[in-house]
């Protein structure tokens, strides 16, 4: 006790100067040790990343693990390759970033819940063609040579996928479902059931597993041609855009027995002509004001209210969606089901019209190929239901877009493509695939197609043309947004000059 100045007691501590400094090097260890955990908890996550990087399916995926290890050597011996390495690392990295896991099953609702700071339709770095190239040529897709059926396309109708089906037919790499090249379409499961499925759509897939005679898998896979056939191929326009067609595919086809999908898709203005050309009946003449030409029938089907609500849903400047990237977007609870009430809507507008134009009501089928010529226009929200039900994973691996200008330019790449993206994995068919062994048994016979590019657009007038390239500019900007994300879905790179549509002025207008 010391005594004050004032002469009363006060109670201090007189600390060692050897104490404190003991407690100094304690501290000064804990420190240290700190550091030292920080320092190996970075290196572990930096040696964890490049071994993602190395064994990552996005960026050089392979069929088995011991293919992964040697063309990871590869990588390691090319400086160039290292160089690819690296950007698709960073293209991870980023992904990562905004809260998207790329590659997990498990993490399949993830992609449908809005982040709680979801990423910005903007928020993608500048587009590099040659990235996404590399990516594409870079992935390998795994192989089911059994399975039943092999192949299927969806379309879209007046696509070019009738000319694409009677190519396939002739190339001898396939078995069709019947003996006529033009008509290689089964409409199974689009005739087989309707909307109502979609109110237990889980009953009718387990009944499914078991069920016999019609509408049934086993009736399906032996359907006419394909009894005994390989490499079934069938491509059926109705199944684009009905969601218990999807469901059916991806739960009993595509995940358990390693069926491929692809779909083409056109710039609208061509392919609503073509719809209306090829489909329109009694309706041009007993309702002239509607569906009397190009022009009127446009008109008509834009007047839609849930289409309109549809494509505002996906809009980048909808202030109900703010800086949300393609994948925050609300897709289960909102903008499917929207999609569902556009599509049945067109089934209703069918009956009602029906007497009107002088054709019975039973007539009016789901797909409504004629009256869904505009709206179907807005492809993403079709593709985004098959991304979403077959999961990032088995979407990447079996799920290809065809861009039709491309195969109008060259059809022969694009058979190319398909055959060897199907049949051995890749589409890079300049370095991996063998095409030596592409049409033994067939020939190269593509059908002559007339009218394929923008020719069409003098069915439209200019004040129309513009309403179609504004309504749908949403629609492409998600789409191309997509394929930015993951290029592994597009069969090959898209050329987006020829849709009118230009990226960077999209995300521009959306910035401003």
């Known amino acids: 006790r010391l005594v004050n100045l004032h002469g009363t007691n006060s109670r201090r501590f007189i600390v060692n100067k050897a104490t404190r400094h003991a407690n100094a090097i304690v501290k000064s260890k804990r420190f240290g040790c700190v550091v030292i955990g920080f320092t190996a908890v970075i290196i572990l996550i930096l040696v964890s990343l490049v071994y993602f990087a190395v064994t990552f399916p996005l960026l ?11 063309s990871a050597k590869q990588m390691l011996d090319s400086p160039q390759s290292m160089q690819r390495l690296m950007d698709n690392v960073h293209q991870v990295i980023d992904a990562s970033a905004r809260n998207f896991p790329l590659n997990s099953r498990a993490n399949k609702d993830i992609l449908l819940r809005e982040s709680q700071q979801p990423a910005s339709a903007l ?7 040659s990235n996404a190239i590399s990516i594409r040529q870079n992935y390998a897709s795994s192989v089911h040579l059994d399975a039943e059926p092999f192949l299927v396309g969806l379309g879209a109708e007046k696509s070019g996928s009738t000319s694409l089906g009677a190519a396939m037919f002739n190339s001898g790499e396939f078995t069709c479902p019947e003996r006529d090249e033009i008509d290689v379409e089964t409409k199974y499961w689009s005739t087989c059931y309707n909307w109502n499925q979609m109110e237990n759509i889980n009953d009718t897939l387990n009944k499914l597993q078991t069920k016999t005679g019609r509408c049934s898998i086993s009736n399906y896979v032996s359907w006419n041609g394909w009894r005994n056939g390989k490499f079934k191929f069938e ?51 007993n309702m002239p004001n509607e569906y009397g030409n190009i022009e009127k029938f446009t008109w008509h089907l834009l007047k839609n209210e849930h289409l309109m609500q549809l494509i505002q849903l996906l809009d980048p400047n909808n202030p109900a969606n703010p800086q949300q990237g393609v994948m925050q977007l609300d897709w289960r609870n909102s903008i499917l089901p929207k999609w569902n009430e556009y599509m049945m809507s067109l089934q209703d507008q069918c009956k009602t019209e029906a007497p009107i134009a002088g054709f019975k009501p039973e007539y009016c089928n789901p797909s409504q190929l004629l009256r869904r010529a505009v709206g179907l226009s807005c492809y993403v929200v079709p593709i985004m239901e098959w991304i979403l039900d077959l999961g990032i994973d088995d979407a990447l691996n079996s799920f290809r877009i065809i861009q039709s200008e491309l195969y109008f330019k060259d059809g022969k790449d694009i058979m190319d493509r398909l055959i060897c993206w199907s049949k051995q994995g890749t589409v890079d ?21 007339q009218g394929t590019f923008k020719s069409k657009t003098s069915d439209f007038s200019e004040e129309l043309i513009a309403t179609l390239h504004q309504v749908f500019e949403p629609c492409h900007a998600r789409l191309f947004e997509l394929l930015q994300l993951y290029p592994q879905l597009a069969l090959k790179e898209f050329e987006w000059d020829d849709w009118s549509y230009s990226p960077a002025a999209g995300a521009n207008r959306a910035e401003t």
């Not at 059926?236 to 083409?264: A, E, N």
Request: hydrophobic share 30%; net charge positive; aromatic share 12%.
């Open 429 to 449: 068919v300049e370095n991996t695939c063998d095409t030596t062994q592409l049409y033994g048994s067939g020939s190269v016979k593509i059908k002559k197609l």
């Open 123 to 129: 928020d993608l770095k500048e587009y590099s063609v």
């Open 60 to 70: 050089e995926p392979t069929r088995n693990h011991i293919e992964s290890l040697r």
């Open 235 to 285: 491509k059926s326009v109705d199944y684009l855009g009905l969601p218990y067609v999807t469901r059916i595919f991806t739960d009993l086809f595509v995940k358990p027995r390693g069926t491929k999908i692809f779909v083409m898709i056109r710039y609208p203005p061509p392919r609503i002509s073509s719809t209306w050309k090829f489909f329109v009946g009694a309706e041009k003449d």
